[in-house]
Each structure stands twice: as structure tokens, then as C-alpha cells.
């Protein structure tokens, strides 16, 4: 199993980044390989918490939520892709001070097709994983620290589009 942790500073409270990061079916407002949420289960947020991601290549993942540590953490499940099968991330956050807090993501997958799925997780995979979540959390930190939405490759759409589309 393959286990990554990338980290980044907002320059916001540990409380104004949760009331962001928790409010599962609206990732899309930061992630940028993120089109849209459908909301799958009846719960919106906690333990059962079920959505499903349409990225902006035409795929999508479900993911459920495993685990939820209210004001600071939560792990996801998601359902097996091509290239691993089910995935576990855990998305925290952390007061540094006042006004900074940290926000820590530890992605944990299992490379299909054995040794060459390992080999091939160790040359490329590896980084592309660590590139994707670098882009959330770099999309999350500007969502937060600017009020605006990330858009597709993490463009943020002006206050103007978001009106418009509103």
C-alpha cells in the first residue's frame, strides 16, 4: 500500500477552513479537477456522507465518508478505478495560530496489476497523486483565502461568471 501526505498553509482560521472543507457536496467550489458533486446518500455530511465527483474528463468517483472527527478531520472511501481499487483519504486541518492553520491530506491506495502496478506506482504514479492533491489543497487555499470558486485546471471564476450563473 502507497501512503502520501501533502500539506499547506491558508492563511485563515483552522474553523473558517472546516466550514469549508466539511461542506462535502460543495468540493467542487475548490477542487479543480472537480465539475460538479451529486449528492447520494441522504446524509450531506458525516459518517454515510455519499457523493459522487464528476471530474471535467468525463469520469466521475464515489466516495463515502468512513470517518469524521467534527472541526477537524474526515476519511473518505472510494469506489475502485482503473488503476487502483479502493482508495482511502483523510483531509485535516489544524490551528497554527489565530489567524493560520494547516490543512494535511494523506492519500492511501493499492496499485493494481501487481508488480508492474507497483513499478509503475513508484516511477509516475507516485507523483501524479502528490501533483492532484498538491492542486486541491493550492485551489482550497485560494477559495478560502479569496472568496471565489476554483474552476477547471484551478482558474478561479469571478465574482461576475458567479453571478451570472447563479
Known sequence: MTKLTTKRTINAPASQVWAVISDYQNAHAFHPLLESVEQI??????????????????????EEVIAWEEGRSFTVQTNEQPIFGVTNGTMSVRSIDAHNSEVTVVTAYTPKWGIVGRLFDFLLLRMVVNNAVGRVLKGLQHHVESGELVGKGGRPISAHVQAVSS
Open 41 to 62: 446518500s441522504e446524509a450531506e455530511r458525516g459518517v454515510g456522507a455519499t457523493r459522487q465527483c464528476n471530474l471535467y474528463n468525463n469520469s466521475s468517483v464515489v
